[in-house]
T-cell receptor, first 116, second 113 residues
Framework: GAVVSQHPSWVICKSGTSVKIECRSL??????MFWYRQFPKQSLMLMAT?????????EQGVEKDKFLINHASLTLSTLTVTSAHPEDSSFYIC????????????FGAGTRLSVL | QKEVEQNSGPLSVPEGAIASLNCTYS??????FFWYRQYSGKSPELIMF????GDKEDGRFTAQLNKASQYVSLLIRDSQPSDSATYLC?????????????FGQGTELSVKP
């Protein structure tokens, strides 16, 4: 149980375009979903926390107008990187916790974004 | 600034040996402690979690927590080459943090055949 699906796994786009990443909890309803970014040889950095039906809470230094998060249902959250630039190239990972144990986060497989 | 500190390594151990990974945290309000394993190019995978002081064992893995010293460790017995990965220590951000995790920078483990 507690499977999180993330799609796509890899995306290459031109500078200036927008990219949408989906995160789904397949066999549970997620209380909260989290979005992380990881640069090579670095740890995970939390970008934002998302609850169904409410606005996402962004971490300090993360541009909310650039990284749009929509949490439309208890099983789906999306991250849209708007007007992507090469410096946005990174590994983006979502996670979700369950109603029964809000401490444990289950991670999606991640999306590797390359902006040319 | 709430921090989680790990030795970045690399930590190299021979196959069959015990690998010891350490982590310290700064927020005394932290309640839950996690170890994730991350293979290169992949997302983190939960290995262990621990809430109370003492040891918690699961197969070849033992997590140890000492809240007074703000220290958590992971022991891997009978290390295998397949254990070679980066191990991330993560700590919840204290009370009313909504389940947010604070990650350490990770320790790279290399198990040599």
């Amino acid at each position: 149980g507690a499977v999180v699906s993330q799609h796509p796994s890899w995306v290459i786009c031109k500078s200036g375009t927008s990219v949408k990443i989906e995160c789904r909890s397949l066999d549970f309803q997620a209380t909260t979903m989290f979005w992380y970014r990881q640069f090579p040889k670095q740890s995970l950095m939390l970008m934002a926390t998302s609850n169904e039906g409410s606005k996402a809470t962004y971490e300090q230094g993360v541009e909310k107008d650039k990284f749009l998060i929509n949490h439309a249902s208890l099983t789906l959250s999306t991250l849209t990187v708007t007007s992507a630039h090469p410096e946005d190239s990174s590994f983006y990972i979502c996670s979700a916790n369950t109603r029964t144990n809000r401490d444990i986060q289950y991670f999606g497989a991640g999306t590797r974004l390359s902006v040319l | 600034q709430k921090e989680v500190e790990q030795n970045s390594g690399p930590l190299s151990v021979p196959e069959g040996a015990i690998a010891s990974l350490n982590c310290t945290y700064s927020d005394r309000g932290s309640q839950s402690f996690f170890w994730y394993r991350q293979y290169s190019g992949k997302s983190p995978e939960l290995i262990m979690f621990i809430y109370s002081n003492g040891d918690k064992e699961d197969g070849r893995f033992t997590a140890q927590l000492n809240k007074a010293s703000q220290y958590v460790s992971l022991l891997i017995r009978d290390s295998q080459p397949s254990d070679s990965a980066t191990y991330l220590c993560a700590v919840t951000g204290g009370y009313n943090q909504g389940g947010k995790l604070i990650f350490g920078q990770g320790t790279e483990l290399s198990v040599k055949p």
